[in-house]
């Protein structure tokens, strides 16, 4: 396959100029990018699934599969448009792994090899909306092989696995590289490379500064991609408004006990008792599917077993007739499910402005204060440029960015960081941590934080949940200090 001088316009912006890249059949390449490079709009042209504005691919290979944080959002949004919870006694969990894989192709030795190697046994019967991000990814990928493509694409793969899982990853890879399969694996993290791919392309702002053999220092190259100018502003003013007034430090902003999720007669953890105190920066860790969203879900009142527990938030007992706006107006919140359930339209300005009325888009007016604070944390995370922008033309990773200004823009009493930094380049996640960090240091904002990286935490966590097995080989929490 040949690029020869592509352009990509979509609305009368530039996102590929003039690329030129010669991808010769059963070369394997990485291809790394900061966000907002055009490294999705450069899979969906190599897939098919887009056309370019200007210039010519050849030989164009339309065996092709994509898999990315887009194509698994699409199937997120098919499944609840199949959403049959309304007409039956009980949750509608989603199309069974199972039966997702057998759309592709019927049951064969090839899903049997898939299903270990990817480990999704234990999966098979779990309808697909209760998958974690990480094993959704993991049923993704399998789709993609059962299709049997010449090439396949992969975009930002590693978004949302838990180290464990990444480790997996990164072998799996390897081995589909070392028996013949032609991989494009597109990242914004060096350390996201693989071993086993022998050829590289840098992009930046839609151009392709590099093509060619990997380099030996390959730190180098990204260092100078990475050079980038934004030196940090001062941190708008604190909204006294959403803050809670003369709150006692010995109260508990969180309490809750012998806490539990079930299953029919699986818990994902039970008999979980802890609280979360003023000022005790936490950290939650542990693998995928082990409860960790779902722990976050039951504070913010988007999980539907947080009126079975006996859980107060922020004064409130969950279930005994408080407003779930009560609670939210305090919370500043982002996470995966937050970012694939932002499905309305609106513009970059609204979904931040929508941080403010605690809703998924603004449906009330909003002052010309409200709106001049919303452009400072536009401007704050480099995107003032983009505030009149729809949010969905926007890249994940730019997508991201924007729910996290929403989440920031209140500095709450309780922020909520699930996976925050998921989709964002090294240079971004960094940024991000960076104004977290100077927030907490700035004012009374208590700090619950999920992250799978081993490089990203802050110097203020003060405890840890631990996500463990028992004997039992049920799930729960242990609580570490420090």
């Known amino acids: 396959m040949q690029l020869i001088d592509v352009s990509v316009t979509i609305q009368n912006q530039t996102v590929l100029d003039r690329v030129n890249w010669h991808i010769p059949a059963g070369q394997s390449w990485v291809v790394l990018g900061t966000n907002a490079s ?3 709009t ?27 944080l887009e194509s698994q959002q699409e199937l997120y949004e098919r499944e609840l448009y199949r959403d049959d919870t309304d007409f039956m006694e009980q949750f509608d969990d989603g199309t069974p792994v199972s039966a997702l894989l057998t759309e592709i192709a019927p049951w064969s030795d090839q899903h049997d090899r898939l299903v270990t190697v990817l480990q999704l046994a234990s999966l098979l019967q779990r309808g697909y909306r209760l998958l974690s991000a990480g094993e959704g990814r993991r049923v993704m990928l399998a789709r993609a092989l059962l299709a049997n493509p010449s090439l396949l694409v992969l975009d930002e793969p590693f978004e949302g696995l838990d180290q464990a899982s990444r480790v997996d990853l990164h072998r799996i890879l390897g081995e589909l590289i070392a028996q013949g399969h ?15 791919f022998s050829f590289l392309a840098l992009l930046d702002k839609g151009a392709l500064l590099y093509s060619g053999a990997m380099p030996a220092h390959i730190e180098h190259a990204w260092q100078q991609l990475l050079a980038i100018a934004r030196p940090m502003p001062a941190l708008p003013p604190r909204q006294s408004a959403y803050q809670l007034a003369n709150w006692p430090d010995h109260q508990p902003l969180i309490d809750l006990v012998d806490g539990f999720v079930q299953y029919d007669e699986t818990y994902q953890f039970r008999a979980f008792n802890w609280q979360l105190r003023p000022g005790c920066h936490t950290q939650v860790r542990g693998p995928n599917g082990c409860g960790k969203s779902t722990l976050l879900g039951l ?25 779930i706006w009560q609670i939210k107006k305090h919370l500043g ?46 401007a704050l995370i480099g995107l003032a440029d983009k505030a009149q922008r729809p949010f969905k033309t926007l890249s994940m990773g730019e997508q991201r960015l924007v729910l996290i200004a929403r989440a920031l823009i209140k500095q709450p009493p309780l922020l909520i960081l699930d996976e925050p930094t998921q989709g964002l380049d090294d240079f ?28 990203e935490t802050l110097a203020c966590i003060e405890q840890s949940l631990v996500f463990e097995p028992d004997i039992s080989a049920q799930a729960l929490f242990n609580i570490v200090q420090g």
């Open 38 to 40: 055009g490294k999705s």
């Open 42 to 68: 450069l899979a969906r042209l190599l897939t098919g699934d887009l056309a370019c504005t200007r210039g010519r691919i050849e030989d164009q290979n339309h065996s092709a599969a994509w898999v990315s």
């Open 182 to 196: 032609q991989l494009i694996l597109l990242i914004n993290q060096l350390s996201d490379l693989v071993v086993g």
């Open 299 to 323: 504070i913010t009142g988007d999980h539907p077993q947080c009126y079975r527990n006996q859980l107060q938030v922020l004064g409130y007992q969950r279930g005994q007739g408080e407003s």
């Open 333 to 378: 919140y982002v996470s995966g499910n937050l970012h694939r359930d932002y499905r309305v339209s609106g513009n970059v300005l609204t979904v931040v402005l929508s941080g403010l009325t605690d809703s998924i888009g603004v449906y009330q007016n909003v002052g010309g204060t409200e709106t001049a604070l919303a452009k400072t944390w536009l």
């Open 428 to 455: 971004n996640r960094f940024y991000v941590l960076d104004v977290v960090a100077r927030i907490l240091a700035q004012g009374p904002t208590t700090l619950l934080f999920v992250s799978h990286r081993q490089d």
